[in-house]
């Protein structure tokens, strides 16, 4: 069973502050994506790396790939309040359409 | 348009009902997904259809019950129920062919929120 572990599980920082989550395994996969999730609601997608070292940047959201495939990295600049929310990166098998999600990190940003 | 809609929003019903949970996308998509989802946790992966067949079942309990009709349409028939079946049911659709980065991007429903009494 392949698992994604994220880190931190709980991050509570004041507005206008830097952030960093990650999302570690030691499997590979083929591509990983980022999704934010709001209570009672379902994940909005955010990004997809593929590449080994890409990446990719979303307003104040930086995603990076690990350069083996296996871990990725969101850095969120001067967070703001509707930055809160569940982070949730998911890696996909290869060859098929399953996606295995991480544990989480649940992110608060205090006004 | 990105979006994957689900009905009801919210469900209760008891051990012993039959109910329906409905998901439906206009985007094209070949691939759909069913995901249970508890408090606090991620998404777990139930069934995966391609082109309107199972694909992947991760071991559910006969009382969910996955239904394709169309490419468009995903059903699960719920029939006695546990109450630790209780969670957010969450529909999810993506592209199937290809390699493509586009290819498996899933673009999730807001979910249904169903309990078990």
């Known amino acids: 069973t392949q698992l994604l572990e994220q880190s931190p599980q709980f991050l509570s920082i004041q507005e206008g502050e830097n952030l960093t989550v990650y999302c570690n395994s030691s499997s590979v996969f083929s591509s990983l994506q980022w999704y934010r999730q709001e209570p009672g609601e379902g994940p909005v997608l955010l990004v997809t790396?593929?590449?080994?070292?890409e990446v990719k940047k979303l307003k104040r959201l930086t995603f990076q790939f690990g350069d083996a495939r296996k871990d990725s990295s969101l850095h969120i600049t001067a967070a703001q309040p509707g930055d809160t929310g569940l982070y949730l990166c998911?890696?996909?098998?290869?060859?098929?359409?399953?996606?295995?999600f991480g544990t989480g990190t649940r992110l608060t940003i205090i006004p | 348009d990105t979006e994957v809609t689900q009905t009801p929003k919210h469900l209760v019903m008891g051990m012993t009902n039959k109910k329906s949970l409905k998901c439906e996308q206009h985007?094209?998509?070949?691939?759909m997904y069913w995901y249970k989802q508890k408090a606090k946790k991620p998404p777990e992966l139930m069934f995966v259809?391609?082109?309107?067949?199972?694909?992947i079942n991760e071991s559910v309990p006969s009382r969910f019950s996955p239904e394709c009709p169309n490419s468009s349409l995903l059903n699960l028939h719920l029939h006695a129920l546990q109450p630790e079946d209780s969670a957010l049911y969450l529909c999810a659709s993506s592209w199937t062919s290809g390699n493509t980065v586009g290819s498996y991007e899933q673009y999730f429903g807001p979910g249904t929120r169903l309990t078990v009494t």
């Open positions: 985007m094209g998509h070949r691939a």
């Open positions: 998911a890696g996909r098998d290869f060859g098929n359409e399953k996606l295995t």
């Open positions: 790396v593929v590449t080994g070292g």
């Open positions: 259809y391609s082109y309107e067949k199972l694909s």
